[in-house]
């Protein structure tokens, strides 16, 4: 009977490949085909509207982006081998335009802007760097995942430990955590804006509150220094209700027999986390901190809607970016390296989170 | 010395009872088994004497200590799972030392005790494996050497065998006989098959829908059973039970017959007894001869030839169906009439409610 079976399954390819046909199609044409003309175009010098063919241009845009260099200042020293000091007791110090700008000794840092510095006794060290914007969107990137995949990971499991538990209406309370995983990530957003507001936000108005009046308000999106956190902060709540549902079908896999030999062994909370859950855990942690990890990667929505990437460029995005040079400044080219940039540090870390998480 | 007391125990889920009052002394050492139909409560009960059901009335003391409050791990109990309830992450070896390493024994004592739990139950190669790399009997070996390590008081198993064939059943239920022979703690032990009860127990419990139908030896069950219940549950293949009235009363002997059994004396204490009443007499198939004239009259429906013994089912002529035990070599033929003597001595009368009358 079983060789008859098998035999009709496998007569029937056609049949697979026409019901398989429409998703495959819109995989090829949404993912597949932009993922390679991606990778095309940022070796060309492809725009969004040009009059001018395409031209292959080599690593010129990864050139571009990833361009950086140091410079050594010496304090400048007065004819007599002393150091110039100003009125105001600084030293003076070279302009850093005299070599970015068509200096001949230092071609390499030719059109390249300060990035940071910092200060060796008297001598000065700054890096340079080609791409100011990119390069701040790439801090940011990787610092807003730094933050939000541990921190997004932990809470999410602190929920799930605590709604695991049989208690009355517990049900309420996975549906609020999960509720703003439902809602658009852009109606978040938007809502959030407000929250944040410099004069009247909710945040403001509540801090103002609770401190009976002392507290300043703050322009929360406003302000360089507060804007990224205020980004993480809203980015966590949003989505740690999915990451906290997966933590529980995680949590709800590990038998209960195994609590209870751990009771009469006389574990405590603290010994049946360890011993028992957390290692009945291993595989759903590798799952989360691989997902938490690409969709932190890519940040784009909630700094589209509240901030821009401003101010100052404090919360510019790697994904943001890409879009900015696609299509406002119709830089496919330029768009598309971020993109295969980002590509690459996200199957980097993958890869090596999944070497670091593997079965021993 | 950790002898058992039970008093009036119950539970009660909400408002389904089904614990409904057990009161039992077990003696120190003593190996008892509860056994009973799926359902009865049987894991209740041995819950709760392990602390992972709360009581809900009652009196449970362990020790001659009352320990209804007590955590599971202060009771000095034990228990081996019917799903085994290994830690899978562990190997046999931190399995078995699990208990220890929680209550911070020294490392080599540790060690001392894992490898002298492990010579015991004959495993000693199996150390260095994951659960998951061993058969059934050898879980079932790793369970119960996690539970000889901490050398409790009191042993609890819960079905330990019904996942196990029946060969590899039989040599565990040996090992586990071996065991508490060597061991001398009181073990208590769950099951619902009865020749697992007959053959480890000093004292059977038996249970029903949450009642203690019997306590007592298995010879005691099996020759005096207290009630249908638990004459119908004891021995293989079941007792036979037959509709009859009295038709004499003696002294020390009543004289029963009914529509399918000519009378037939059993001696039995006659107060209270009246000419006329209704009684169920219980004959066990091995108590039951083929002769001549016989007072029960019945056909053959199916003739089992055991080689040892041959296994006859017969119907009576009011339609019930009896079993009867006879000779290995007996000649019995489908569809032939045969005459049968129940073994006066041996038989069992059950008044209206089903309780067993009592033999002077
Ligand atoms: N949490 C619960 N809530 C309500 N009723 C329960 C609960 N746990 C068990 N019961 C009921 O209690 C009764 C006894 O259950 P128990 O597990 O003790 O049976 P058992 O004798 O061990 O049966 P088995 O031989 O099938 O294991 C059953 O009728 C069961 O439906
Ligand atoms: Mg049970």
């Known amino acids: ?360 | 010395m950790a002898g058992l007391s039970l008093q009036n125990l119950q539970k009660t889920y909400g408002k389904v009872e089904v614990i409904k009052g057990v009161n039992l002394e077990i003696e120190h050492g003593e190996f008892v088994v509860f056994v009973g139909p799926s359902g009865c409560g049987k894991s209740t009960l041995l819950r709760m004497i392990a602390g992972l059901e709360d009581i809900t009335g009652g009196e449970l003391s362990i020790g001659g200590q009352v320990v209804n409050a007590m955590q599971p791990r202060d009771r000095g109990v034990a228990m081996v799972f019917q799903s085994y309830a290994l830690y899978p992450h562990m190997t046999v070896y931190d399995n078995v030392g699990f208990g220890l390493r929680i209550k911070k024994t020294p490392k080599d004592e540790r060690d001392a005790k894992i490898r002298e739990a492990a010579r015991i139950l004959q495993m000693e190669h199996l150390l260095d494996r994951k659960p998951a790399q061993l058969s059934g009997g050898q879980r079932q070996r790793v369970a119960i050497g996690r539970a000889i390590v901490r050398q409790p008081e009191v042993f609890l198993f819960d079905e330990p065998l019904s996942n196990l064939d029946a060969s590899l059943r039989m040599d565990m239920r040996m090992e586990i006989s071996k065991l508490h022979q060597d061991l001398g703690a009181t073990m208590i032990y769950v099951t619902h098959d009865q020749v697992e009860a007959m053959t480890l127990a000093d004292k059977i419990v038996v249970l029903n829908a949450g009642v203690v139908q019997q306590v007592g030896s298995p010879l005691e069950l099996y020759h005096r059973p207290a009630n249908l219940f638990v004459a119908g549950f004891i021995g293989s293949p079941k007792m036979n039970f037959l509709d009859v009235t009295i038709d004499e009363i003696g002294s020390g002997v009543v004289t029963v017959s009914g529509p399918d059994m000519k009378p037939v004396s059993i001696p039995v204490a006659t107060d209270g007894l009246k000419v006329g009443a209704a009684l169920t007499l219980g004959t066990r198939p091995h108590q039951m001869q083929a002769a001549d004239h016989g007072p029960i009259t019945a056909t053959v429906a199916l003739v089992e030839h055991l080689g040892n013994e041959t296994i006859v089912s017969l119907r009576l002529p009011s339609g019930k169906a009896i079993v009867a035990a006879l000779d290995g070599d007996f000649p019995v033929t489908h569809g032939a009439t045969l005459h049968l003597t129940p073994e006066a001595s041996k038989a069992v009368l059950f008044d209206a409610h089903g309780t067993a009358l009592q033999v002077t």
């Open chain 1, 1 to 360: 009977m079983r060789p008859k079976q098998t035999k009709s399954l496998q007569s029937n390819t056609l049949a697979g490949w026409l019901m398989s046909g429409p998703a495959l199609l819109l995989i090829t044409l949404f993912l597949i085909v932009p993922f390679l003309l991606a990778f095309w175009f940022s070796f060309t010098n492809q725009r969004l509207i040009s009059p001018n063919p395409t031209q292959f241009v080599g690593t010129s845009n990864f050139e571009q982006l990833l361009g950086v260099g140091t410079l050594v200042l010496q304090p400048e020293k007065a004819e007599d081998g002393s150091l110039v000091v100003s009125a105001t007791g600084e030293l003076s110090y070279p302009r850093v335009r005299d070599f970015t700008r068509n200096n001949p000794d230092f071609q390499h840092l030719n059109g390249m802007r300060e990035w940071f510095g910092w200060e060796w006794g008297n001598t000065k060290i700054l890096v340079l760097a080609r791409d100011l914007v990119f390069m701040k969107a790439l801090t940011n990137t990787l610092f807003f995942v730094a933050i939000v995949a541990p921190l997004q990971s932990i809470i999410a499991l602190l929920l799930a430990l605590m709604i695991n538990q049989k208690l009355r209406g517990i049900n309420v309370f996975r549906t609020v955590y999960f509720m703003p995983v439902v809602v658009s990530i852009v109606v978040v957003s938007l809502l959030w804006r407000f929250i944040y507001d410099g004069r009247s936000g909710l945040l403001n108005n509540l801090l103002q509150f609770l401190s009976f009046g002392h507290f300043q308000p703050v322009d929360w999106l406003g302000n360089p220094d507060t804007a990224m956190w205020a980004i993480i902060v809203m980015s966590i709540w949003q989505a740690v209700g999915f990451h906290m549902v997966i933590w529980l079908a995680g949590l709800q896999n590990i038998p209960l027999t195994l609590y209870e030999a751990a009771d009469i062994e006389g574990a405590s909370s603290w010994q049946k986390f360890r011993f028992v859950t957390w290692p009945g855990l291993r595989n759903t942690a590798v799952l989360i901190l691989v997902v938490i990890t690409m969709q932190a990667f890519a940040l784009f929505s909630q700094i589209d809607v509240m901030t821009n990437g401003g101010p100052l460029d404090s919360t510019q995005t790697l994904v943001f970016q890409a879009v900015q040079r696609g299509y406002e400044q119709q830089n496919i080219a330029g768009g598309s390296a971020i993109s295969v940039l980002l590509f690459l540090i996200v199957l980097t870390i993958s890869l090596v989170q999944r070497y670091v998480t593997r079965e021993r």
